[in-house]
């Protein structure tokens, strides 16, 4: 199978299943998105056959996938920004509130949109 056949059975059958509902649960806990982003990694190395020193930066570049941070990030813009101009007003009510102050524990969804970007994403977006 060519290497842009995989990318799109890739693209089309298995990262949905991964990132299915992700403006919900992008907020977990790192441990489990960092599980995500192994299995991605997984994919992009079995699928270059590439050896155990080439950086999955490189990688993710050559593929042109974004990590998974990246694209649950996104998704959660893209969803939010839809619900914000929905024409029924409870659903438009969903999506804009207050965020709660710095100190507070409480994380919601929206969040992680204004976190910093994690060390994989920052250097895919480099090159």
Not at 47 to 59: G, P, R
Not at 83 to 104: K, M
Request: a positive charge; aromatic letters at 8%.
């Amino acid at each position: 199978m060519s290497l842009r056949n995989k990318r799109t059975l890739y693209l089309m059958c298995i990262r949905p299943v991964m990132t299915y509902a992700c403006p919900v649960f992008v907020h977990a806990a790192p441990n489990i998105i960092k599980n995500l982003q192994k299995i991605q990694n997984k994919f992009c190395r079995q699928t270059t056959d590439a050896h155990w020193c080439v950086k999955n930066s490189v990688l993710h570049g050559d593929l042109e996938l974004p990590t998974i941070n990246k694209f649950m990030k996104d998704a959660s813009k893209r969803f939010f920004d839809v619900t914000q101009s929905h024409p029924n007003p409870l659903i438009a009510s969903v999506a804009t509130y207050e965020p709660p102050p710095a100190h507070h524990f409480l994380r919601k969804p929206r969040n992680i949109l204004s976190d910093p970007p994690d060390a994989l994403t920052s250097e895919v977006e480099k090159l």
